[in-house]
């Protein structure tokens, strides 16, 4: 059974003192969460003070912000050496709901797969949950894009509920990916290289003034990442071109 093995929650923090507490709650309510990690991107609101209030909690401050995706770098870094088996990254802005959080680890735990995403999009809950009608186009744009040059067959690529088992967090050159937002198109890629399935479970979403969002500078930035990182993925496949992010060597 699963439960043998130590289930730890990541938090990528800023700017989430509105919502910690509460996501922290209904995280902990699951039962199954032995470690909470919360990483505080230097936040400028009382994040790190509300955390570090929190029982079975690690916390850790970046003195300056890094990004996204450097924090969860830190998240993942931590999470392993506590001695995790099974790490699920929750958003602490209460966006997506914990209550997944015992099937997602146990998907994991029973070793079934070596990642799960919460999707938004099966079940059709992104609209209903409040997505901004062109973000969910963008979705669906560079989920198809995504899925023609990696191959895969995902609903989408761009939630941030995911939980990893310990091996695979483990194989991945995290290091190699960027520090902000294409963090995660980078890093599904990867897992894709490595030969891994992916597994999905539908998902409900809130959509709210208090959870966090990039504005639309920044999501073209995303997507264009996105984009890249899927035509580097090609032609390394394809051996046109080198990349530190896809290395040799493919099987899980």
């Known amino acids: 059974m699963y439960r043998d093995r130590k289930v730890v929650v990541v938090m990528p923090a800023y700017n989430a003192a509105e919502t910690l507490k509460k996501t922290y709650d209904e995280v902990m309510a699951q039962e199954i969460v032995d470690l909470v990690v919360v990483v505080d991107d230097a936040s400028r609101d009382d994040t790190l003070s509300i955390a570090e209030n929190l029982p079975n909690t ?67 809950y992104a609209l209903k949950g409040g997505m901004p009608v062109w973000k969910y186009i963008a979705n669906r744009f560079l989920t198809f894009a995504g899925n023609i040059f990696l191959g895969a067959k995902l609903s989408e690529y761009h939630t941030g509920y995911r939980a990893f088992s310990r091996s695979l967090l483990e194989k991945l050159p995290l290091h190699e990916n960027s520090d902000d937002f294409v963090f995660d198109n980078q890093m599904l890629a990867q897992i894709i290289w490595f030969g891994y399935t992916v597994a999905e479970v539908s998902c409900p979403t809130k959509y709210f003034p208090e959870a966090s969002s990039i504005n639309f500078q920044r999501s073209v930035k995303y997507g264009l990442g996105c984009l890249w990182t899927d035509l580097r993925f090609r032609l390394a496949k394809a051996g046109f071109a080198s990349s530190k992010l896809f290395p040799k060597g493919r099987q899980p």
């Open 58 to 124: 690690h916390v850790y401050l970046h003195e300056k912000n890094l990004g996204y995706g450097a924090n969860q770098k830190t998240c993942y870094r931590l999470a392993l050496e506590a001695g995790g088996d099974i790490i699920i990254m929750v958003h602490p802005d209460y966006q997506y709901s914990p209550q997944l959080i015992p099937a997602m680890a146990s998907l994991i735990g029973n070793g079934l797969y070596g990642c799960v995403l919460g999707s938004r999009i099966l079940g059709g």
